[in-house]
């Protein structure tokens, strides 16, 4: 596939559901948020940055473990049920942003990729990757969360992500180093530090 998954591909989704993919109520996603939350290695992390926040439900749990959480989606459509979740979590900022044309200028401890990375182009994720780097923290966490099973609209797989990433934990200069990984039935579940 030539290009990443454009803003408009998602507005067409949520304007079909206000859940597409039961964000709220799936066995799937509460256990998979369950074992998301569960690989952090902090308790706490001062400024979070959540790639992909869709409705909220995950950035509501990780909202209790930050001082800070930028949680952000491409579509707005989301968003208005993500703002309606979070407004009583001041530490939550929701906007809508499509990585990696627009990034945050900031720098975080923590910044979460889940679901996300297939639906960007080779060269886009790996744009999206170097700005992640810069906007890490030495030491700081990132997390990748990624559906494994192939999904024809998707430009790449989940485990073509995370081989994205592995990638460059090796070599004379990596940017990561790889702390832990875990394979579900359907996801894979990677975590990295910044070097």
């Known amino acids: 596939m030539s290009s990443s998954l454009p803003q408009s591909y998602f507005d067409d989704i949520y304007r079909a559901s206000d859940?597409?993919?039961?964000?709220?109520?799936?066995?799937?996603?509460?256990?998979?948020?369950?074992?998301?939350l569960a690989a952090l290695p902090n308790e706490r992390y001062?400024?979070?940055?959540?790639?992909?926040?869709?409705?909220?439900v995950l950035s509501a749990m990780l909202a209790q473990r930050c001082d800070r959480l930028l949680?952000?989606?491409?579509?707005?459509?989301?968003?208005?049920?993500?703002r309606q979740r979070l407004a009583e979590l001041p530490q939550v900022s929701v906007q809508q942003m499509s990585i990696p044309a627009q990034f945050p200028d900031d720098q975080f401890d923590l910044i979460l990729l889940s679901e996300v990375g297939y639906y960007l182009t080779i060269d886009?994720?790996?744009?999206?990757?170097?700005?992640?780097?810069?906007h890490l923290q030495p030491g700081?966490?990132?997390?990748?969360?990624?559906?494994?099973?192939f999904v024809p609209d998707y430009p790449l797989t989940g485990d073509?992500?995370?081989?994205?990433?592995l990638e460059q934990t090796v070599g004379a200069q990596p940017m990561w180093q790889h702390l832990t990984g875990q394979r579900a039935e359907q996801y894979r579940l990677d975590?990295?530090?910044?070097q």
Request: glycine share 4%; proline share 4%; aromatic share 12%.
């Open 191 to 194: 975590l990295f530090s910044r």
């Open 71 to 82: 949680a952000v989606d491409a579509s707005e459509l989301p968003l208005r049920q993500a």
């Open 160 to 165: 073509q992500v995370h081989e994205v990433f």
């Open 19 to 36: 859940d597409p993919w039961q964000f709220a109520t799936s066995d799937y996603e509460r256990d998979k948020y369950q074992a998301t």
């Open 46 to 56: 001062a400024n979070v940055f959540e790639i992909g926040c869709s409705i909220g």
């Open 124 to 134: 886009d994720l790996r744009r999206a990757q170097q700005l992640m780097h810069e």
């Open 140 to 149: 700081g966490h990132l997390l990748l969360v990624h559906w494994t099973p």
